[in-house]
Antibody
Framework: EVQLVESGGGVVRPGGSLRLSCAAS????????MSWVRQAPGKGLEWVSG????????GYADSVKGRFTISRDNAKNSLYLQMNSLRAEDTALYHC????????????WGQGTTVTVSS | VIWMTQSPSLLSASTGDRVTISCRMSQGISSYLAWYQQKPGKAPELLIYAASTLQSGVPSRFSGSGSGTDFTLTISCLQSEDFATYYC?????????FGPGTKVDIK
């Protein structure tokens, strides 16, 4: 079964750090680019960051640039998001999603991990 | 950054209706556009990619059109399971951006 499972969320104080992980299974991980997408409570979807199949190309939303770092380990079929200098507005459900690249959309999503930034 | 608008933000409709949702880009993106459906408490699901290609397993009542800056999602005959929120997303260039969403609810 094709699956993405996020972990690493939790409650953190403003200014703190967290590292999210996304474990992939059921498909050839390095055939796909990956993204992190978040959704704050009651709000819409926000694309956070993306990485191509080999990690050679990465992108970030302006809201997280300079604070978050995306990476992947193809040997471990895993995607990561290092989040530093967290703010209250980073509170959200964080999903990872895969995309084959080129013309294809994000066709498989994880159920998400919750990050709460609060003092 | 490519900015996106979606209209309407809320659409009240009845089962059997034909509904149309529009998405407009701040600059041309060729056909690098996807549409997603999201139901409460669930992850989004891909409906359409490359502006008009139906994702495998998605009912044929869903269709997409457009290129450049203007795109449309059409549901030809609304079913009860289609009441949800719909998002467009461009993946022409980083940062990939989502539209603000269109909630389709029961009239």
């Amino acid at each position: 079964e094709v699956q993405l499972v996020e972990s690493g969320g939790g409650v953190v104080r403003p200014g703190g750090s967290l590292r999210l992980s996304c474990a992939a299974s059921g498909f050839t991980f390095d055939d796909y680019g990956m993204s992190w997408v978040r959704q704050a409570p009651g709000k819409g979807l926000e694309w956070v960051s993306g990485i191509n199949w080999n990690g050679g190309s990465t992108g970030y939303a302006d809201s997280v640039k300079g604070r978050f770092t995306i990476s992947r380990d193809n040997a471990k079929n895993s995607l990561y998001l290092q989040m530093n200098s967290l703010r209250a507005e980073d509170t959200a459900l964080y999903h990872c999603a895969r995309r084959a690249g080129g013309i294809y959309g994000m066709d498989v999503w994880g159920q998400g991990t919750t990050v709460t930034v609060s003092s | 950054v490519i900015w996106m608008t979606q209209s309407p933000s809320l659409l009240s409709a009845s089962t059997g209706d034909r509904v149309t949702i529009s998405c407009r880009m701040s600059q041309g993106i060729s056909s690098y556009l996807a549409w997603y459906q999201q139901k409460p408490g669930k992850a989004p699901e891909l409906l359409i990619y490359a502006a008009s290609t139906l994702q495998s397993g998605v009912p044929s009542r869903f269709s997409g059109s457009g290129s450049g800056t203007d795109f449309t999602l059409t549901i030809s005959c609304l079913q009860s399971e289609d009441f949800a929120t719909y998002y467009c997303q461009q993946y022409y260039s980083f940062p990939f951006t989502f539209g603000p969403g269109t909630k389709v609810d029961i009239k």
